[in-house]
Each structure stands twice: as structure tokens, then as C-alpha cells.
């Protein structure tokens, strides 16, 4: 199985900052890679796909690099409505993996 | 308007059995893999099951394969999940969620979930 790491487990940042998340791989997954972003009490949002092409509707202030086994979800400019829960996937094989997510909460 | 809406949870004894059920529209649910995805009290999000637009093909996680069925009704444009020998650690919010397809192939990313049912299995 793919293992995925995601780090760190929780960022405390302000409204503006820039954020970067990392997600690494336990193998290669070439660009199999999407991020999510999860409210409290509310189903996962896909916000990129295939490492970097951003979901249709997602601000472009979200953006995702990387490919193989290490791979970055930035966020340029954090506004209000982004402290919440993120968490990557691949989707190279099977099982699918989720990585442990990581919080981003306000500091 | 895709929507995915879950059904079925409820307490349940170790041991016991659920039938899960997710009811799909806005979007030909015939022609599109399905999932289920779950999600215990304050943990990360796990993958359960997987099943493909004409139900030939199902994958399943380790930790439920021999006690869960994931099926469909193209019909009834309804997902099942079927869960036998429930185990605490069962316990978990229980997403179904919809996989991207262009042309003939899927990416096994989920484009779409539902609200999720909460399942709890204690004595």
C-alpha cells in the first residue's frame, strides 16, 4: 500500500500569509495527487487534481506543485474562509490513501 | 445539480449488520464509478470501497474486505454499502462519493460527496 505523509499535522497562520502544505508519497505516484479541503461537520472538498490543476470554482489564491513522491499544497494568500482541514490523496492505485491531514488554524 | 445523499446509519452492536444506501441524481449515475469513503470521530478520512459504473469491478481496504459488499442499482441510480460483523472500530461517518471520468477513464479522485451517515457500532 501507499503510504501518505502529510505534514505539518497543524499551522497556525494569520489572514494573508502564505501557507504551504506538504504531502509525501510512501513510491511514486507521478501526478495521481488531489487535494481536499474539510470544514467541521461537512463532506471534503476537492480543490486540486492530478497535482496541480485546480478544481473548477476553487479561488486561484490555492495552487498544488510537485510530482513522484513530494508534493506542495500553497495557499498565497490565506483569507478567512480558509482555516479548515486539508488532505491529500493518490489515486495511482489501489487501496487509495489519504494522508493524516493537516489543520490550519488562526493564529 | 449533482446530489448524493446518504441513508442507513444508526447504532448498531458489534457484530451486527447495516445496509447503507446512497441515492444519486443530477447526473447519469450509470456511467460513473462509485465510492465510499469514511471518516471515525476527530480522525483522518479513509478509503472503503470502490465500484465500478457497470458494478464489474469492486476493490475493497483491507481492514473491511470479507465483511463489507459495496453494490449498485443503476435502476434505482443507488449506491449500496453492505456491512456484516461490525466491529467498533467500524464506528465513522460514512461518505459516498462520486469518481471523475473523462471518456472511457476514470481518475480515482472524488469530485462529489454526500453529507455523510454516521454509523456506530457499540454495545
Known amino acids: 500500500d501507499i503510504q501518505m505523509t502529510q505534514s505539518p499535522s497543524t499551522l497556525s497562520a494569520s489572514v494573508g500569509d502564505r501557507v504551504t502544505i506538504t504531502c509525501r508519497a510512501s513510491?511514486?505516484?507521478?501526478?495521481?495527487l488531489a487535494w481536499y479541503q474539510q470544514k467541521p461537520g461537512k463532506a471534503p472538498k476537492v480543490l486540486i487534481y492530478?497535482?496541480?490543476d485546480l478544481e473548477s470554482g476553487v479561488p486561484s489564491r490555492f495552487s498544488g506543485s510537485g510530482s513522484g513522491t513530494d508534493f506542495t499544497l500553497t495557499i498565497s494568500s490565506l483569507q478567512p474562509d480558509d482555516f479548515a482541514t486539508y488532505y491529500c490523496?493518490?489515486?495511482?492505485?489501489?487501496?487509495?490513501?489519504f494522508g493524516g491531514g493537516t489543520k490550519v488554524e488562526i493564529k | 445539480e449533482v446530489q448524493l445523499v446518504e441513508s442507513g446509519g444508526g447504532l448498531v452492536q458489534p457484530g451486527g449488520s447495516l445496509r447503507l444506501s446512497c441515492a444519486a441524481s443530477?447526473?447519469?449515475?450509470?456511467?460513473?464509478?462509485m465510492n465510499w469513503v469514511r471518516q471515525a470521530p476527530g480522525k483522518g478520512l479513509e478509503w472503503v470501497s470502490f465500484?465500478?459504473?457497470?458494478?464489474?469491478?469492486?476493490y475493497y481496504a483491507d481492514s473491511v474486505k470479507g465483511r463489507f459488499t459495496i453494490s449498485r442499482d443503476n435502476s434505482k441510480s443507488t449506491l449500496y454499502l453492505q456491512m456484516n460483523s461490525l466491529r467498533a472500530e467500524d464506528t465513522a461517518v460514512y461518505y459516498c462519493?462520486?469518481?471523475?471520468?473523462?471518456?472511457?477513464?476514470?481518475?480515482?479522485?472524488?469530485?462529489?460527496w454526500g453529507q455523510g451517515t454516521l454509523v456506530t457500532v457499540s454495545s
Open positions: 443530477g447526473f447519469t449515475f450509470s456511467t460513473y464509478a
Open positions: 492530478k497535482a496541480s
Open positions: 490523496q493518490q489515486y495511482n492505485s489501489y487501496p487509495l490513501t
Open positions: 465500484i465500478s459504473d457497470g458494478a464489474g469491478t469492486t
Open positions: 462519493a462520486k469518481t471523475v471520468r473523462s471518456g472511457s477513464i476514470y481518475y480515482n479522485y472524488f469530485d462529489f
Open positions: 513510491q511514486s505516484i507521478g501526478s495521481w
